[in-house]
């Protein structure tokens, strides 16, 4: 990655560190999944109105709304409503790096070579310390499946991300917030009940409220708009496996803001499992180049067209319609003669 590149994957990294304590500010007043539909809803209105589709294959589009968008929220948005601490779930949801890496060995035909390989065990080894320092062994099983269903279902947007390719990635971004919109707000009907609108009502008129409103602003606008956003034009240019360990280093940005904003000191095993991850997450950008850059590396070294003579100028042949060329007239031989000698005569 350029430097550039390396410092938008940082931006990306806070933005999702501290998406976290907006999510839970948002899930204390409002029901998981009429949060979710909130969340999208915000962004698909203008969309819809505002923003031409994407010139991408529908199938990759509605995939990519359907995990990345969808299902990933859902899974995890339920496992912090089921118990899951907020600062755990933001570590178990980068189980999408491994999945990423593997699922694009698998469908991309992508290599993993030794740096990268080397590079994603270091940062899941870290993963591993920060979780068992912040209590992962004592946490329930069900809301840890779910968060880790939640990180193979991001894991499954980023495939579907590189395999659109699209030539604008934001407003790729921008239609994939449309997709999970009426799935989200039908299961909130049918599993949280119609009175969850009420909710939009007490939010402009309690404290909780009104913090959960500041919650879902910055997870629209920060969370997904500009995070995302970074996140799809970065793996619109590199690899999967090479972008994706980046989001193992958002953890230790979501303790950190817990630490700083609500008092939750670390374990110290935790802060040193937060430096491996650190660690490990650079290695692992040390792969393959963009394929961009690699497009260009290949025509800065590609040897230069031959030069044709000054004199004569080679033809350009004119097909005729049924496919034949005709001769052309061979240039005259000889010195040419001057006008003058010609009328001389």
């Not at 890496?101 to 310390?129: H, K, P, Q, T, Y």
Request: with cysteine; glycine share 10%; net charge positive.
């Amino acid at each position: 990655m350029s430097f550039r590149d390396r410092l938008l994957a940082f931006t990306v990294v806070v933005l999702w560190g501290c998406n976290f304590l907006a999510i839970r500010l948002g899930l204390d007043h409002f029901p998981p999944f009429f949060f979710a539909g909130l969340r999208f809803a915000i962004i698909a209105v203008p969309v819809l109105l505002f923003v031409p589709r994407p010139a991408v294959p529908l199938r990759w589009l509605l995939l990519y709304g359907a995990g990345f968008g969808f299902a990933q929220f859902a899974f995890l948005f339920w496992a912090m409503e089921a118990g899951l601490p907020t600062g755990l779930a933001s570590l178990v949801l980068q189980s999408s790096a491994p999945f990423t890496v593997l699922l694009a060995v698998l469908f991309l035909r992508e290599r993993l070579d030794g740096v990268r390989l080397a590079g994603l065990v270091v940062a899941v080894s870290g993963m591993v310390i920060v979780a068992v320092g912040q209590g992962a062994a004592d946490a329930s099983l069900i809301p840890m499946t779910l968060a880790v269903l939640a990180g193979l279902s991001w894991a499954v947007g980023n495939i579907a991300t590189r395999k659109a390719g699209a030539a604008d990635p934001m407003r790729l971004m921008l239609w994939m917030c449309v997709v999970p919109v009426l799935p989200f707000f039908g299961i909130s009907w049918f599993a949280e009940g119609p009175h969850v609108w009420s909710t939009l009502g007490t939010a402009v008129t309690t404290v909780d409220g009104g913090l959960a409103l500041a919650g879902l602003i910055y997870v629209v606008l920060a969370g997904t708009i500009a995070g995302t956003g970074i996140y799809a034009s970065l793996l619109s240019r590199y690899p999967a496996g090479t972008v994706a360990p980046l989001s193992l280093m958002v953890p230790v940005v979501g303790f950190t803001v817990a630490w700083i904003t609500l008092g939750e000191r670390p374990a110290p095993s935790s802060l040193i499992g937060g430096v491996i991850v650190i660690v490990g997450a650079l290695a692992a950008q040390g792969g393959h180049r963009s394929v961009t850059s690699r497009t260009l590396l290949r025509r800065h070294n590609a040897p230069a067209p031959v030069e044709h003579s000054p004199t004569w100028e080679p033809a350009q042949e004119s097909p005729h319609v049924d496919g034949s060329h005709c001769a052309q007239p061979e240039p005259p031989r000889g010195r040419p003669r001057r006008p003058d000698a010609v009328r001389a005569r």
